[in-house]
Every structure is written in structure tokens, then in C-alpha cells.
T-cell receptor
């Protein structure tokens, strides 16, 4: 099976803009989780989608949102970008989500100027 | 709230030497525990996980970890390190039911020839 893919791999935006990142999970996986990785805060959980429903949400402002489509592909959106949003955004998929093994994509490197 | 501490930011070992990476967690109930590895420019790869049962867990790439409830620890070990093991290692704890993982800050492993 193909692994988790994320597009784009690199992105440069300016403050105030918005951005949409995409994640295609492993075929058959219904759970998609998103994480933010920064040198300052480390790895932080953003949210998890399972069968098109947001099941869990981390402690991030409402500028961060996501959705999942019927084919399990997921997108996350960040509006009104801030410099602090510069990070590696990782997507992970799993069959069941809860307590299941997650498979990570290579991430999208977002730079906000 | 659950938390994870990886006391060592960097560890340097010689190739062929044994390795132990420390992880301490704080969580009231029996946690779900994970070790991940991240190579430069890559996403995370699951090395091993503990949910219940045998407290000594075998993982991929020759790694193992031992869950010690009395010490709230889940240390990762490898008897003989290879140069390709140089990477960032993350310990994570998940809560039962809804899996919202909390990651440690990571330990960077440097392997000398």
C-alpha cells in the first residue's frame, strides 16, 4: 500500500494570508490526525478526524480548522497566518484512530514571512 | 493532565555500543505508550507501543522498551547501535478511549563511528 502523502511539501506564505494543506491517508484508513511540530513547542496534536467527523481537538485557536472527505482525505486550513504558525505540519492515518498505530506522512513545511 | 519527560536532549554513543533513552510520564491510569523515530526531513515512524500485557515490548529495528509502572517510565533500549540509528526519538503517551497523544520534547541521538 502507498504511504501517507501530504501536499504541498513546502509552502511560503505571508502574515495574514490563509493556507490549506492536504493529506491522503493509507487506503482503508478512516482516521486522520494532524500535528504541528516546532522547535519551541515540539510536537502538538491539532485534531483528529474519523469518518468525516472531528473526533478530538487539541488546544489551538479557531484559526486552525480541518475537514475530512468521504474518501478519508483530509485538509487543514489556517487562516490569518501569524509568524508563529511557521512549522512542520504532520498528518498521520490509522485504521481506527483510538489507540491504533498511526502512520505519519513526511509533513508540509510552512514558512510564514 | 498527561505529560511526558525525556530528560536527555542529546545523547552521543559509539557505533556498536548499547543505548538507553529515558522517558518518564505522568498519567493517572494505565497509559498507552509509544516510541517514535524521526529522521531528518521525514515524518515519524512508530518503533513500538505498549497498551497492556507483557511490560517488555519488542519493536522494529532491534529496539525494545520496558514499562515500569512503579517508576512511571518507558525507556527505550538497543543492545548495539548502528550509524543509521542517528535520528530524533520521541516518547508519547496516549489516554484511554480517545487517543490524544502527548509527546516528549525528543532526544537527539548522535552515533560516532
Amino acid at each position: 500500500k502507498a504511504g501517507v502523502t501530504q501536499t504541498p511539501r513546502y509552502l511560503i506564505k505571508t502574515r495574514g494570508q490563509q493556507v490549506t494543506l492536504s493529506c491522503s491517508p493509507i487506503s482503508g484508513h478512516r482516521s486522520v490526525s494532524w500535528y504541528q511540530q516546532t522547535p519551541g513547542q515540539g510536537l502538538q496534536f491539532l485534531f483528529e478526524y474519523f469518518s468525516e467527523t472531528q473526533r478530538n481537538k487539541g488546544n489551538f485557536p479557531g484559526r486552525f480548522s480541518g475537514r475530512q472527505f468521504s474518501n478519508s482525505r483530509s485538509e487543514m486550513n489556517v487562516s490569518t497566518l501569524e509568524l508563529g504558525d511557521s512549522a512542520l505540519y504532520l498528518c498521520a492515518s490509522s485504521e481506527l484512530g483510538s489507540t491504533d498505530t498511526q502512520y505519519f506522512g513526511p509533513g508540509t513545511r510552512l514558512t510564514v514571512l | 493532565a498527561q505529560s511526558v519527560t525525556q530528560p536527555d536532549i542529546h545523547i552521543t554513543v559509539s557505533e556498536g555500543a548499547s543505548l538507553e533513552l529515558r522517558c518518564n510520564y505522568s498519567y493517572g491510569a494505565t497509559p498507552y505508550l509509544f516510541w517514535y523515530v524521526q529522521s531528518p526531513g521525514q515524518g515519524l515512524q512508530l518503533l513500538l507501543k505498549y497498551f497492556s500485557g507483557d511490560t517488555l515490548v519488542q519493536g522494529i529495528k532491534g529496539f525494545e522498551a520496558e514499562f515500569k509502572r512503579s517508576q512511571s517510565s518507558f525507556n527505550l533500549r538497543k543492545p548495539s547501535v548502528h550509524w543509521s540509528d542517528a535520528a530524533e526519538y520521541f516518547c508519547a503517551v496516549g489516554s484511554g478511549g480517545s487517543y490524544i497523544p502527548t509527546f516528549g520534547r525528543g532526544t537527539s541521538l548522535i552515533v560516532h563511528p
